[in-house]
């Protein structure tokens, strides 16, 4: 399928496309063209579309997708969980470019579903080691200074099946718990001074209002650094899937902690250690003690595309795409490799480059079909190179389904179709 | 309604809240409470939604917002425009925060109705003084380099009603013909490149597939600076109504001559005075001459609340919040009147400074109930300082409807309600 007589297309940057694409006579006449999905519309033709006029506005007072996106979606893995009401979707990473995740993919986690509330209704309680206790409702909150801000949020068992070997074949399964949208919130330290802080108040408990209850013990000093008690993301009110009317943000930290449907936080001098800080969300080791609190998400990447949901379709120029974050600052680097970490290369990081937010990076590649063992590895600003999967497993065994930041590696075959492998 | 004992609020950064937001033993019982919409739900009370399995993950494989944000939406206004698909749909800026605007809520200006594209069919032409023309399908152009790009989009029309004198009673009709998204495309650049520039290109032309086949000339050097050849805003593909599945994304330039539904670019060495740039989308001065490519939007800045359908609900602590942006570079700088513009003081920015993107401002208030005459005034990075409308009238005169860019001012009445004025 290549052109052995193509010049090197990616020094000379010109002719990305190899093969077909130049405006030939022909093309212009209605030939068949390999690319065409239906002759009849291609120039100098004239579609339908552009015969008869379209749907007017106010149709869509509130806009979806095209229908041929219909395959942009969440997915679940059904075998993951016993029920629909505990389990988990995933954000279609390999269908998304750019570093904003729209509401309609961001990742879905629920312990007893989505609680449907009444924003009206809805109240924040901030009690325990204050001098005065707060009862606030949705529109007390909307009252306080407020703040925006863009960050990942990522689940603490995003890619928790891979801990011992490669299982699901998509970036979407194995790396899908993770989005990054723009908050808008009450920044928690003011919520705190509000209510008045005893001396002694050092660890609060955050509480859903969802009927798991979900509740979470935090430090009191990441809630007065940069904490949020958010209620819109980009732009418009949560969903509620994401904790409608009001959800806590917790930069850089693991997901479960992030409590959704928020109904109360209570102030206090010790963790509360609660079932989902103890049996759930922490790291069962080789020894059989656990790790204790294990907040913050290291720093991570992986190659969105090419991946099993979205092969290479085309020998010669192709832009590899993947996403990187850390829970502690900002990306400072992402390398690639393209025979499974042997040698590494520079990926060019694109766009913004947020704090604790995802980052987007591309590398360029002229493929002429053999056989790839992609990987990325990230580096934050603190210095810390996100490990392989092998190194992880030498400290942590493999009983976890928590905190695994290893390095993904992509086969891509010959075919241009792409395996979800490990190598050693 | 304001208790004179109150401490001043704003200095000591406590109390936010006047009034009845204590947590009480009386709320706690669930005695009345002014906030209160259903007392039934009230701690201690467990509503339903704590008390039963909500919906499970992947009923929404693609997500929507609460039902009670139904009232969260595009609006038109009937009477602008003779017909649905040549109109306008505007952006509800007083129901949004921070700087993303999400695709559903994007306001909408369609010259013939949304073209409904299939993209396997689509085809993007470039040709005229190239040395290779190209007809590109959408593979094709997924294949090039992309980049990812937060900017806003600004109908040349946006506040045109306002030219002579305050007429539309809220910032989603006076401007909302403005949203921000995260764009990601291929750099026109590299496509111009890809087709080789003969040496008298000076202009391109780009043309919409819709049925008005909406056409526009572009100086080459705009083109080769920053444009994008764009298919996703905010990860996804476009949305129909934004010209899925590819438009023209132009940095800071009047959105108009972001054409959507691209389907042509033609190279060339002048202007094609089009309709569009000639008896529309200019000015009409009051000598009857006209301004000639009036493509870069000015600073510009709104308070999105309180406005009329964002009431001012409580005396005491509160926050205006508002949007300013510049086609020329970043917002340096944002001041708000509260009487009319006599007198200014500093808001604050929040967040992101980007390039040719929304920015956010908030200003906190200690509001007694008197009369307010509220404006804010943008500055951006070249010192530009956003006019009164009657300096910009002095100099336009009344017969455009474009490129209004004037401060705008909203009059608070005693009762907290907001009208649309105008002051001399």
Redesign the interface.
Known sequence: MTDPTDPKLLAS?????TGA???GGA??LGAP?A????PQ???PNI?D??????????????????K??AN?????VQWLTA???S???FTPLH????????????F???H????????????L???GLVD??????M??LK????????HFLECAANSGMEWRGAQLNGCQFTHGMVHC????GVPLR?LL??A?LKTNAKWLMAEG???S?MNRSLPLQKALDDCLVAY?M????L???QG??VRLVVPGWEGNIWVK?L?RIEVGDEPWYTREETSKYTDLLSDGRARKFTFVMDAKSVITAPTPQAPL??KG???ISGLAWSGRGKIKRVDISLDGGRNWREAKI???V?DRALT?F?F?LDWNGEDLLLQSRAMDDTGYVQPTKADLRKFRGTNSIYHNNGIQTWHVLPSGEVENVEVS
Chains 1, 2 share one sequence.
Request: contains cysteine.
């Open positions: 940057r010109r002719g990305f496309l694409a130049g405006l093309a212009l063209n690319l065409a999905g239906d519309n291609l120039p579609p579309w552009t015969r008869t006029l379209g749907d007017g506005v106010a149709v869509r007072a509130y806009g979806k997708p095209s041929h996106e942009v979606i969440r997915r679940d029920s629909r009401e389990s988990v979707s269908d998304l470019d750019g570093i904003i995740t729209p509401n309609g993919l961001c879905e986690r629920h007893s579903g989505i609680a449907e509330i009444n924003p009206d209704d809805h109240r309680i901030i009690h005065k206790p707060l009862m606030l409702s529109e007390d009252r306080f200074p407020r703040v925006n801000r863009i949208v723009e908050y808008t003011l001074q509000e008045g209002a969802d009927s209850a819109r980009n732009g418009e009110m969903r509620p899937e409608y009317p449907w109904r379709k085309h120029f192709a832009v694109d766009g913004l947020l987007r591309y360029e």
